[in-house]
């Protein structure tokens, strides 16, 4: 999944659950924010889904933002709010066609994957139609329950 999706699914789970809707869309896109860099800028991973992929990185980054947000506002919710984006993102990577993720980084370096030298939609290979027609989807989800949303609290406002 790209950007659209890993942004749709905090939109739609702080629709529904009582979290921060700004740090579910950084925890959502934040794992792609490092691998990518990490492949493609500083040329210091041979596949755009390591090291920040991994539940190692999960765990580790949920835990330091529940703590910051203990020490900064005296609650825990940041944590949680932290975990439900990155959960999430690493949800929607599940999908095929790549599917894989780091499971056991870094016991397991994952050599034999490497990643392509563009994405697919950069004119890097075939276009990934499950995933595409998944992720539009939830695009078209989240901006739905987002306009329904916006509408009945105007109504609410104009009664």
């Not at 869309?25 to 490092?34: F, R, T």
């Not at 599917?99 to 563009?118: D, F, K, M, N, T």
Request: aromatic share 12%; glycine share 6%; with cysteine.
């Amino acid at each position: 999944m790209i950007f659209p999706g890993h942004v749709a699914a905090p939109v739609l789970a702080s629709r529904y659950l009582d979290i921060d809707r700004r740090l579910a869309v950084l925890a959502g896109v934040m794992p792609d924010l490092i691998d990518k860099a990490a492949f493609y800028v500083l040329h210091a991973s041979h596949w755009t889904r390591l090291p920040a992929h991994s539940p190692l990185f999960f765990v580790a980054t949920s835990l330091a933002v529940a703590l910051a947000g203990r020490l900064l506002r005296r609650d825990w919710r940041w944590g949680l709010t932290w975990a439900v984006g990155y959960a999430l993102h690493l949800l929607c990577d599940l999908i095929p066609p790549d599917g894989i993720l780091p499971w056991a980084w870094p016991w397991h370096a994952y050599g034999e994957i490497v990643s392509r030298g563009r994405p697919w939609f950069l004119g890097g290979g075939p276009v990934p139609w499950l995933s595409v027609s998944i992720e539009a989807a939830l695009v078209a989800a989240a901006l739905l329950v987002e306009l329904l949303h916006r509408r009945r609290a105007r109504l609410a406002v104009d009664s």
